[in-house]
């Protein structure tokens, strides 16, 4: 595996630790609580980011069964990481697509089980990405919902941008 892409994997395990390490002072009632009806608990955020991690390493590993001819991102894969990150930064709220919304997050859950669920999916995402060819990092493969097709060194900045946005929402939540 690319260097650059062990330090994203890295760097991702270390926010995520990070923020396993702060919540673990708050207690589970507190991490289970709603802010208002319609939104979600910390906990509920948590799943909403890791099933997004889950649920995008199965489409790039269902794709690549396929041996799917792809293509090199350039320009397009340029034009798409702008898109997405001006998405994930937009001071606007949207809704998320529906294979990891509301219906799909658990109403309560504890942070070692969410925590050991997450190191599992980094854990098996790091083994699968370990197993490609480099090349196949800088080919449009991944389909992000509203930013289209990225290479997988954009599904692993997406992975960083998303954790950071949810983050934020995190702290609101629990404070």
Request: aromatic share 12%; no cysteine; proline share 5%.
């Amino acid at each position: 595996m690319k260097k650059s892409t062990t330090q994203q994997l890295d760097k991702l395990d270390r926010q995520l630790e990070s923020l396993l390490s702060e919540l673990s002072s708050y207690s589970e009632a507190q991490l289970n609580q709603k802010p208002a009806p319609e939104a979600w608990s910390a906990m509920q955020v948590m799943h909403h980011m890791l099933l997004a991690e889950q649920l995008s390493l199965a489409y790039v590993q269902k794709k690549l069964s396929f041996n799917p001819t792809l293509k090199n991102a350039g320009f397009t894969g340029a034009w798409h990481v702008f898109l997405l990150w001006t998405f994930i930064y937009a001071p606007l709220k949207f809704k998320a697509p529906a294979n990891v919304s509301d219906e799909k997050l658990p109403a309560h859950s504890t942070l070692q089980e969410t925590a050991q669920i997450w190191k599992n999916n980094r854990r098996e995402m790091r083994e699968y990405l370990g197993t490609l060819p480099d090349g196949t990092f800088q080919k449009l493969l991944y389909r992000h919902p509203f930013a289209g097709l990225l290479s997988l060194d954009a599904m692993l900045l997406f992975f960083e941008w998303h954790f950071l946005r949810h983050q934020k929402q995190i702290h609101r939540t629990v404070k």
